[in-house]
Each structure stands twice: as structure tokens, then as C-alpha cells.
């Protein structure tokens, strides 16, 4: 049974830190998908980061440049690092595992319930 368990969300001034950690259990496709989605109140989910098994990875604009996906195998732990947070960045962050296709297209599969991140001005 696929896990997916969030941590490292919390409140921050805007221009701070955070790193969030997914920690995966039970995930045994080779060929996979690993995204950071968000959500905020009345707005639609996100994908934020996707990093694939090939270790090649994919940003939203809104993030580029301020936002890491990284992964440490070893620990089977999915991470984002973000910095330079801003307010706009405040929502519930989830992550998803899924199958990559070779065509780009992510099926996912698996669900965290999310950590929330809170940016003030």
C-alpha cells in the first residue's frame, strides 16, 4: 500500500524559507512521476514541481527560479524547497506520486493529505 505523508509546512514572513519533506512508502513503479500540487482557497489545484524518475524536472512560472524539487532515494523522501516565499504562495500543499509515459502524460495515482503553507506580508 502506497503512502504519501507531508511535513515541513508552517507559517513564514514573506521573502523567507521552507522546505517541505513526502515521505513514500510502498511505491514500486520504476518509470514515475513525483509532483508538487497546491491549492488555495477558491482556486484551483496547481502543479507547482515534477521530478521524474530520470531525475529531470519541471516548474510552474509562478515558481521558477524561487522553488527546488529534489529526492533523496536512499530515504524515499520528495522534497521542495522554497524560498523567497510570497503571500500568493500561501495554500495546502500536496504531493502526488504517479506512472510517467513517454509522451510526457503523469497518471497519478497516489495522494499526501497535504501540509499548509502560510506566507505573511
Known amino acids: 500500500q502506497v503512502q504519501l505523508v507531508e511535513s515541513g509546512g508552517g507559517s513564514v514572513q514573506s521573502g523567507g524559507s521552507l522546505r517541505l519533506s513526502c515521505a513514500v512508502s510502498?511505491?514500486?513503479?520504476?518509470?514515475?512521476?513525483m509532483t508538487w500540487f497546491r491549492q488555495a482557497p477558491g482556486k484551483e489545484r496547481e502543479g507547482v514541481a515534477t521530478?521524474?524518475?530520470?531525475?529531470?524536472?519541471t516548474y510552474a512560472d509562478s515558481v521558477r527560479g524561487r522553488f527546488t524539487i529534489s529526492q533523496d532515494n536512499a530515504k524515499h523522501t520528495l522534497y521542495l524547497r522554497m524560498n523567497s516565499l510570497k503571500p500568493e504562495d500561501t495554500a495546502m500543499y500536496y504531493c502526488?506520486?504517479?506512472?510517467?509515459?513517454?509522451?510526457?502524460?503523469?497518471?497519478?495515482?497516489?495522494w499526501g493529505q497535504g501540509t499548509q503553507v502560510t506566507v505573511s506580508s
Open positions: 521530478i521524474d524518475s530520470d531525475g529531470s524536472t
Open positions: 510502498g511505491y514500486t513503479y520504476s518509470n514515475y512521476c
Open positions: 502526488a506520486a504517479g506512472v510517467s509515459y513517454s509522451d510526457g502524460y503523469c497518471d497519478f495515482t497516489d
